[in-house]
């Protein structure tokens, strides 16, 4: 594959060098690992020789310039990119040891281990409360109590209980654009994955609903491996326990937050954190 | 709408430290797009105004047919009388020669008007006394005109309306003569007549009906026993004596009946009326032969409305009469709506998949646009080919087919084999599909990508993602491909005439008779039915006024279905509304 890369491969290429990896941290284990990488939209590239791994448990954001292919590499992880016509990838992702992009794999039983959470929020024309337990519908659950319990559980752990427990059967449509967003994240929990994959949730939000959805990313933390986009320096740094940086479709840095925030080890990284570029 | 004015453009000019000069900004009246607004405007009114003016039209006249109208009598200049409601009046031209030959009072203001004579026409009725129901009358020729109170308008079952008066009524073999119109011996005598007429129907209809439709059954079965095990098989001798015992019983009934029915008449003969027409000319006829009758100029304005919502009611409820220019509507109103709902319920489906299909499933590529080129081109077909088409592929090759299998025994009288209710509404199906189908497609393509990837990320299959996400999202968009499809629908008659629409059909639908539900029965329908009765009667004249009523009613059909849809579309709608960021 590195051949077959060599030829395609752009100026910025050499300029660039591999990307540095800073040395792993202890944790539970690997969540997703991302292998040589590479993903075209039609003749266009997009993502070139990503390799990196996701770690369970923790917080990950993925940061770079507008259109460097964060959200790209975000939907390959759940293959949302499977609706796109045209497309053609190259490399692994593993999702707990498996090839996601394997014949064999279920798109289906995957999404439901992988919970997006998309720009834009997106609920849909039913009810709060079908909104929420739209996950457990489609598998089928009619169990009122399952539902109930779901459907609050989730709208806790989004942080809309409050606001949203007297109107949980009036249209989501009628509640406000962080609310619903809020409402996106709880269905996204709803299902109950295992990761938790978040495109700049917060593009959208006053700094209030921002703030109540950084809250909710630091609870998560534990039961999910979260992977967040976002152009917010102060966000990334707040949250996230391990940074990628993106540029051009590559992976330019990888490492624990501080690190990546405080010493960077590529002149690039250092001049995107520190706005001087980007 | 934000228009940068002179003002905004000076004060940019004021801020902007580069303008030296200063320019005198004029703005023509071209850019500002008024004239284009002018003649949009205008274009719009032209068409609410003809719009408008037509339905204005239609129901005026529609609404006014019912309503009693008093009855002239005419003294012409020659001694002859003519009596009958004024219907219109209007200015015609003379020929030159005629004019010559009139007397010189006569012609001088016929000469002072340009040649013009002022005529009005008369509804005179009596058409089996004079042999002619409308007359017109010149101007010059009146020598008095009055409104008698005591002159009757009768309207009879046969031979149209009477003008004229009561010579006589023999009630129970008693006479009375010259009774009034409000003579209650002789209102309650005819309430009785209409009674007999109803329970003749009912003894020849229904269960005259029964008792035939019963013998054609006995019929049918020794036929379907000789088709199916031979004519001289041990089956259909035991199906002919079938025949024979059962009948027996069967034919006394009818013979029962018929007796009933008779013994019935006769009282109907002694309950006569004997009219006169206002010169005089009699003519007598059972009191079951009025269908209402009234002074004319003796009206208050209770009894105007009285027969104005009994007309009404006839015409909704009742069957037609004399070659449809008289009577009610009901067969083609159930033809109608029936046919109309049986359309949308096979397009519905058909239109709706097929376009999920495409849209959702099909590999976009080249066939898939040709076949949505095709798919909209056949909606431009000309709809009579349609018919040409639902007449030769549904009626004779499908119907012949199902004939041939399931009715074998009947053949040669085609069942299924001819034109009907359900080949009609076959037909018409295939006429608005491409318009369901583009309507849906338009509509599933509107639902927001994010919507569905919403869905897909939760873990629901395509599937699930349409049935609980797309379809319900463009619903309303779906119901008016359907709206659009029923209205195109209900209005088409052209193609009707071909497969299943007559004149008059002898029995609805629907009926007591297994399976209760009869789609290969031929039907009638209101466009044909104001085709029928506007050009193709004996009297245009005397059918323009159906004419009115039966459009008034077409239109307003298809404004209630329609408003049906468009109330359930604007339920759905209203799930959708209040979507805000
Ligand atoms: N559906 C698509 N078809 C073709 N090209 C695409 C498509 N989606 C994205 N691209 C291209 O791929 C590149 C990466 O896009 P991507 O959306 O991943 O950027 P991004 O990093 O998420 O940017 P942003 O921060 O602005 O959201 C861009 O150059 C974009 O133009
Ligand atoms: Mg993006």
Known sequence: MKVAMTDAAPPVAAAFGPPSVHPKRGTDGEAIRIRD??????????????????ERGLVTALIGPSGCGKSTL???????????????????????????????????????????????????????????????????????KVLDETCYKALQGAALWNEVKDRLHASALGLSGGQQQRLCIARAIAG??????????????????????????????????????????QQAARVSDNTAFMYLGRLIEYGETETIFNNPLNVRTQDYVTGRFG | MTTITADDVQQADRDSSQAVTRRNITIPLKARGEPALWALGGALSVGIVMI??????????????????????????????????????????????AVKALAPTDAAKIEARGGYEQRTLYRTGNYDLSGYDFKWVDDRNVARAEFPSDVLFVERLEWGAFVGRIKAAAIDGKTVSTPTAKDPALVQAHEAALQRLQAIRNIERNLIGRVNYDLERLRLKVRRAELNYGPTSPEAAAARANEVEASGPLRAQYELLAAEAQRIRQIDQKNTVTLADIAGKEKTL??????????????????????????????????????NTEGGVLPAIFGTVAMTLLMVLMVAPVGVITALYLREYAQQGRLVSVVRISVNNLAGVPSIVYGVFGLGFFAYGLGSSIDEVFFLERLPNPTYGTGGLIWAALTLALLTVPVVIVATEEALSAVPRSMREGSLACGASKWQTIRNIVLPRAMPGIMTGIILAMARGAGEVAPLMLVGVVKLAPTLPIDAYFPYIHLERSFMHLGFHIYDVGFQSRNSEAGKPMVFVTTCLLIGIITVLNLAAIIIRSRLKRRFAGSQF
């Open chain 1, 37 to 54: 990488f590479n993903l075209w939209y039609g003749k266009a590239q997009a993502l070139y020789d990503v390799n990196f791994t996701i």
């Open chain 1, 74 to 144: 975000l939907r390959c992880f759940n293959r949302m990119n499977d609706l796109i016509d045209n497309l053609r990838i190259e490399g692994r992702i593993e999702f707990e040891g498996g090839d996601i992009y394997a014949s064999t794999v279920d798109t289906i039983a995957l999404r439901k281990q992988m919970g997006m959470v998309f720009q834009k929020p997106n609920p849909f024309p039913m009810s709060v409360f079908e909104n929420v337990v739209y996950p457990l519908r489609i598998d089928g659950i009619r169990d009122r």
């Open chain 1, 192 to 233: 109950d994955p295992e990761v938790l994959l978040m495109d700049e949730p917060c593009s959208a939000l006053d700094p209030i609903a921002t703030a109540k959805i950084e809250e909710l990313i630091d609870e998560l933390r534990e039961r999910y491996t979260v992977v967040i986009v976002t152009h917010n320096m």
């Open chain 2, 52 to 97: 408008f003016g037509f339905l204005l039209l239609v129901f005026y006249n529609g609404f006014t047919t019912f309503i009693a109208k008093p009855v002239a009598v005419v003294t012409l200049k020659s001694g002859e009388l003519v009596a009958g409601e004024p219907t219109r009046s209007e200015l015609y031209k003379l020929a030159p020669d």
């Open chain 2, 286 to 323: 059972p009191l079951s032969g009025l269908v209402r009758f009234y002074a004319a100029n003796d009206l208050t304005l209770a009894d105007k409305i009285g027969i104005y919502l009994s007309r009404w009611w006839e015409f909704l409820s009742s069957d037609p009469r004399e070659a």
